[in-house]
């Protein structure tokens, strides 16, 4: 059991907030009445008239591409770079309409590069969203023989009554709402620091290591075909993509409530979940603020709606259950998030 948290694998979380948190203050300076959503969110939002705003997100895959490397498979991480940026615009209601990439590296394979390129292609039909461009990089002494960087950019479409999380008296998200959560195929692009690091101290035999990388190389699932009906429909009061940070995503919901969250049993989860607790020997309050457990969206929705809306989304192909409830938060508290796993609650804070 190696023992390991977010930290000792070489991941400053804090850091990153209050990097965010400079960068919002600095681009404060260039926005305008037309920026209706800025750094920070999901997706920043924009005004093109009163009937229609753009949605845009960017991303990257970060270090799951070093599997990519070690495996010699370059075909499927083009869909996790389409899928951090284009499940982000779902989180605001936005249709996405066109991707962009960006690819570096010190001395250009063309092979590899075309695999990449098969795989953002396959991450933009799953998306439904457009391939306008992209730009490659070659930068002699830059990067490691062998190694390349990728980067993405999606823009969407949403109209102002969708955009979400939905707000009012009415439609807001208030305590007794449903959380439904829909299952990721694995653990998507987040916490691959910690995760290499495991996999690096795992006692396994070669072969069975490389198993087990293939098997933690698998793709972000991307949801737009499934939410995007539902999301026309003004089915979901708010929506949470469970990445960085894993369930302290779920506040960006709404901050004035809080949330209580029972993961589904470790039998109905993808495998390698059982795998990275055996061998970090986390406790639930690190796992849940790092990972996303095998719930890859988080869905709010009114009580009423919530059987109808679990059954189109199963229709749709998704694995989901009834996670949990919104509720009023606790004095002086501020939003919480309580995550449940067996007999075990951990109450993670969002500031």
């Not at 962009?100 to 001395?107: E, P, Q, R, V």
């Not at 929506?239 to 993961?263: D, M, Q």
Request: glycine fraction near 10%.
């Amino acid at each position: 059991m190696a023992k390991l948290n977010y930290a000792d694998a070489g991941v400053d979380r804090e850091a990153a907030d209050r990097l965010v948190g400079k960068i919002a203050g600095l681009a404060k300076s260039t926005l305008n009445k037309r920026v209706k959503s800025s750094v920070g969110g999901y997706a920043s939002l924009f005004e093109l008239d009163k009937k229609r705003w753009l949605a845009a997100s960017t991303d990257g895959v970060g270090t799951k591409l070093k599997l990519a490397f070690e495996l010699g498979r370059h075909d499927t991480i083009g869909i996790d770079l389409v899928a951090m940026s284009v499940n982000d615009l779902l989180c605001v209601g936005a249709e996405p309409l066109f991707f962009l990439d960006y690819f570096a590296t010190g001395k250009l394979d063309t092979g590899v590069a075309e695999k990449v390129l098969e795989g953002i292609v396959a991450g933009c039909q799953q998306a439904t969203c457009a391939l306008v461009g992209g730009e490659t990089a070659e930068m002699p002494s830059m990067y490691a023989p062998g190694e390349y960087d990728l980067a993405g950019f999606a823009v969407g479409f949403v109209k102002p009554r969708h955009v979400l999380p939905s707000s009012g008296a009415k439609k807001g998200v208030k305590p007794g709402d449903v959380l439904l959560g829909i299952g990721s195929s694995g653990f998507h692009s987040n916490g691959y620091s910690l995760l290499r690091k495991l996999l690096e101290l795992d006692p396994s035999t070669p072969a069975e290591k490389k198993k087990i990388a293939a098997e933690l190389l698998t793709p972000t699932r991307i949801y737009a075909k499934s939410l995007m009906p539902l999301i026309e429909k003004d089915a979901f009061k708010g929506l949470a993509h469970i990445t960085g940070s894993g369930f302290l995503n779920v506040p960006r919901i709404s901050e004035k409530v809080s949330y209580e969250i029972t993961l589904p049993p470790a039998s109905e989860l993808p495998s390698i979940f059982g795998w990275m607790r055996t061998q970090s020997g986390l406790p639930l309050e690190e796992l849940a603020q790092t990972f996303n457990l095998g719930i890859g969206m988080v869905c709010a929705v009114s009580s009423s709606q919530a059987r109808d809306v679990s059954r189109r989304l199963k229709k749709a192909g998704e694995k989901v259950w009834e996670i949990g409830r919104v509720v009023k938060s606790k004095s002086g508290k501020g939003s919480q998030v309580l995550v449940t796993e067996g007999t075990e609650t951990v109450t993670l804070n969002y500031s």
